[in-house]
């Protein structure tokens, strides 16, 4: 947010814009960061997240090792973001990203995370119904594929009617679940 | 303009905490994400207007807390006072990022307790954080959790099966939480056996933070510890090894070398915590860091019972009285450097008054 007014101490641009009544009089303050600061009116400067810093190295010292210039302009689908620049930043642009770069961060995510690779925990309801019938289809499609194998035609029909009920975008809670995908 | 009134609230801050004597306070969040957008430093202003929005009905909707609080506060950050958002930093409720002033920064928080704090478009769309006096890890995490399903019952989180809550930075994708306590091990470094309990903390892939001053030394001999892995480990793993492994040992190791040092080192203990009663009992300029380190000698001081008539939540709450926000606030008027110093210093005998050794 850009407002070119300048510092009232300095002739940097101010960021810092508040009015202060003293004494029944209202005055006006314009402070760039640093006066800001210094005045108490912004914290000062954080010392390094030790945890960003931490994966901004590990994504450093993979850039160094595998990493061919190909790979580092490939980019986001969804947001456009390129590995390049999450690597100088250490963020991701949007959930995509994630499977965008999988083959580069799931190494990173295995150490950053002391070996863990998949998730164990909680899952949002809407999304448990999405993750419980993506395993149920990958179950019926593999006896499908078992029963197709055994000229099982009749228990072969059954399943493929049961996989296309559950392919069916207008379920309820499932539905909600399918968007988040 | 918006403005907060730091001593018209009851926050936690000012309560008892069990196992109080060396935690002072725990503290849940999670992270989370609205799917169907950018993450926030890469979403248009427009885009960070609608998340607001989002998130400020979400959260505003009737009955998301309710549950015997008095009420909960929206707070548009660009709007707030900036000496406000300073104030709001100082008791944690929001972090440096959050304390800017770009007009779709949001804040929720449930006054007077303050217990309870979500921030909009700081990293994640969403950071819900929990935080209770004392060790109160277990009833923090189930009040997040309420939170969270009401917040869900409401939005679409971006969510994957493999990676679990997804969001902008890597080290918190998975479960999003981030568990932390804030110890007082004055008597480990007196010791010399802090290092055995980062060791212990490494071990089990914890982070162990010093609260740091303006050089890197540590102030106060309080440290905060926190989860690094929230990737292949559930909320509950990380909540039992807390629970279960490394505070009970802390406490343990904490709580020894204090009884050592009462028995055997009573007078270099005592000298140090009445030479720091003295001081905050009669200076005339104080620094915040000096104040920071002879707050926590008198803490040890009335854990150790040595020092009578002052509380360890007024000791807790001091600490954060003394910041420079805090102090401007109290004075109502801007403050240089210089007059805060004199400021604290009185902030201090007055409400030290009643402490005697
Ligand atoms: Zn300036
Ligand atoms: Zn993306």
Redesign the pocket.
């Known amino acids: 947010m850009s407002m070119g007014i300048k510092c009232d101490m300095c002739d940097r641009e101010a960021s810092v814009h508040e009015v202060v009544v003293v004494n029944g009089e209202r005055r006006e303050r314009h402070l760039c960061e640093e006066h800001a600061q210094e005045a108490g009116v912004l914290p000062t400067k954080p010392g390094p997240d030790t945890i960003s810093a931490m994966m901004q190295k590990m994504v450093a010292a993979q850039h160094l090792s595998t990493e061919s210039p190909k790979q580092a302009a490939q980019s986001?689908?969804?947001?456009?973001?390129s590995f390049a620049k999450f690597r100088a930043e250490g963020l991701?642009?949007?959930?995509?990203?994630y499977d965008?770069f999988a083959d580069r961060i799931v190494p990173l995510l295995v150490r950053a995370h002391d070996g863990g690779e998949h998730h164990v925990g909680r899952v949002p309801k809407r999304a448990g119904a999405l993750v419980e019938r993506q395993q149920r289809l990958m179950a019926l499609r593999r006896e499908l594929g078992e029963a197709v194998a055994q000229e099982q035609y009749e228990r072969a029909a059954k399943l493929r009617d049961e996989i296309g009920m559950l392919e069916q975008p207008n379920g309820d809670a499932e539905d909600a679940g399918e968007r988040l995908a | 303009m918006t403005r907060f009134d730091p001593e018209a609230s009851q926050s936690w801050l000012m309560r008892p905490g069990r196992e109080g004597d060396v935690v002072i306070s725990s503290r849940v969040r999670l992270a989370r994400n609205i799917a169907g957008y950018?993450f926030v430093h890469?979403a248009s202003n427009a885009q960070r207007e609608e998340i607001k929005e989002k998130a400020h009905g979400s959260l505003m909707d009737a009955g998301i807390i309710g549950r015997g609080r008095s009420h909960l506060m929206w707070i548009d950050l660009a709007a707030l006072h900036a000496l406000d958002r300073r104030v709001l930093l100082e008791r944690n409720l929001i972090s440096q990022q959050q304390a800017k002033s770009e007009p779709w920064r949001g804040l929720c928080i449930s006054t007077p307790d303050e217990e309870y704090a979500v921030m909009v478009n700081e990293e994640d769309h969403l950071r819900l954080q929990v935080v209770r006096p004392g060790l109160e890890l277990s009833s923090a995490f189930r009040e997040a959790v309420t939170v969270d399903d009401q917040l869900e019952s409401r939005l679409d989180y971006a969510f994957s099966p493999r990676f679990g809550y997804l969001t902008a930075c890597p080290t918190n994708v998975g479960t999003g939480i981030r568990v932390s306590v804030m110890l007082h091990l004055p008597a480990l470094r007196l010791t010399g056996e802090l290092d055995k309990f980062r060791r212990a903390a490494k071990a089990m892939s914890l982070a162990v933070r010093g609260v740091h001053g303006e050089g890197s030394e540590t102030l106060g001999d309080f440290y905060q510890v926190s989860n690094q892995v929230t990737l292949g480990r559930s909320e509950q793993d990380i909540l039992m090894q807390f629970e279960h492994e490394i505070l009970p040992q802390i406490m343990e190791f904490e709580r020894t070398a204090r009884k050592s040092l009462v028995s055997k080192r009573r007078v270099m203990l005592e000298d140090q915590v009445h030479r720091a009663l003295g001081v905050l009992r009669s200076a005339r300029l104080m620094k915040a860091e000096e104040a920071t380190q002879l707050l926590s000698h008198v803490r040890l001081g009335v854990v150790a019972e040595l020092v009578r008539g002052i509380k360890l939540e007024q000791l807790t709450y001091l600490t954060v009285l003394i910041q420079p926000g805090h102090l401007q606030r109290l004075v109502g008027r801007a403050l240089d450097q210089a007059e805060r110093r004199v400021e604290r210093a009185t902030v201090l005998r007055e409400r030290l008054a009643d402490a005697c050794g």
């Open positions: 986001c689908p969804q947001c456009g973001l991701l642009g949007c959930p995509a990203c965008a | 950018p890469r």
